[in-house]
């Protein structure tokens, strides 16, 4: 019963530090999103129409891509700063092509415009980029928009230069599952088996 007694409390033991480490360091701790790296260094060759960061003052009449080597484009996506999609009507194509272009509809008034696209190189690698622009008599760059639109998201969460905002890790829902044998802290019950001297130590 020694023997037992001591295994079940070592387990319990064990169990109490994991629990604990778990709650103290959390998964969801720095999980920011980030963007995978492009080792083949098509993003930072590729030209786009319009350029990343130009402004204009009037609504572009197209969009371009030229790679530096002929690739599949997978996804090509026109958004505004509101995250409102604007129909440029992509299509897939299974054709292996360095050059794209699509002509653009009369845009909306808007703070910026960002293009996203995606390709499988030549490896069947998928790279993803993207490009900003902006256009009106008040138009500024995009970069210096969406610093200011970080900047406001960082003290509205009362965030500092010595701070950082974590986002909360997702609440799980469990429905139907049973209910728990026991409740930390945890209580151990050793019952006494017979009259031996062994089961009463």
């Known amino acids: 019963m020694r023997v037992n007694a001591r295994r ?3 387990a319990v033991w064990v169990m109490l530090y994991v629990n604990t480490v778990a709650a103290q360091t959390p998964a969801a701790v720095a999980t920011y999103p980030r963007a995978a790296i492009d080792y083949s260094g098509i993003v930072a060759k590729t030209q786009t129409t319009p350029l990343d960061d130009s402004v204009f003052d009037f609504s572009p009449e197209k969009l371009g891509l030229v790679f530096p080597q002929k690739v599949h484009l997978v996804k090509l996506i026109l958004r505004d700063q ?3 999609w604007v129909d440029i009507s992509f299509r897939y194509s299974p054709r292996l092509s360095s050059s794209f272009e699509w002509f653009l509809p009369e845009l909306k008034a808007a703070d910026y ?12 690698r998928l790279i993803r980029g993207s490009f900003s622009f902006s256009f009106g008599e008040t138009a500024r760059m995009p970069s210096l928009i969406k610093a200011e639109q970080e900047l406001a998201l960082r003290l509205r969460n009362g965030e500092d230069e010595n701070t950082r905002f974590i986002t909360p890790p997702r609440t799980q829902i469990i429905l139907e599952q049973e209910p728990r044998t026991y409740d930390p802290p945890f209580t151990l019950r050793l019952e006494e088996r017979g009259g031996s001297a062994d089961s009463k130590q």
């Open 113 to 124: 415009y960002t293009a996203e696209w995606a390709i499988l190189d030549e490896q069947d």
């Open 82 to 84: 509101a995250h409102e």
């Open 8 to 10: 079940v409390l070592a």
